[in-house]
């Protein structure tokens, strides 16, 4: 069994920072790769970032040199860094163990002046 925990969200101004935390219980957190997701009102549900089991990352295009994932297998955590945040970044975002039904509740990050 494996719970996730995200925090880290709240509201920020265009151009501000948030730095999402995912905690992880459970074994073999340092062997799965891990996915940031992101859903905006109205809108499906879409991948943000990937980190492998080591240092291997993928993003998605919209947020590529703005936001940076990594991750502290000693601490069972990932995290999203958020930089030069916008509106459309808007979104409840969910952090999830890949290539499972692992998700956790959810963060919500509002992008407003």
């Known amino acids: 069994q494996v719970h996730l925990v995200e925090s880290g969200g709240g509201l920020v101004q265009p151009g501000g920072s948030l730095r999402l935390s995912c905690a992880a219980s459970?074994?073999?957190?340092?062997?799965?790769?891990m996915g940031w997701y992101r859903q905006a009102p109205g809108k499906e549900r879409e991948l943000v970032a990937r980190i492998n089991s080591g240092i291997r990352t993928n993003y998605a295009d919209s947020v590529k040199g703005r936001f940076t994932i990594s991750r502290d297998n000693a601490k069972k955590t990932v995290y999203l860094q958020m930089n030069s945040l916008k509106p459309e970044d808007t979104a409840v975002y969910y952090c999830r163990q890949e290539g499972s039904d692992y998700w956790g509740q959810g963060t919500e990050v509002t992008v407003s002046s």
């Open positions: 459970g074994s073999f957190f340092s062997i799965n790769a």
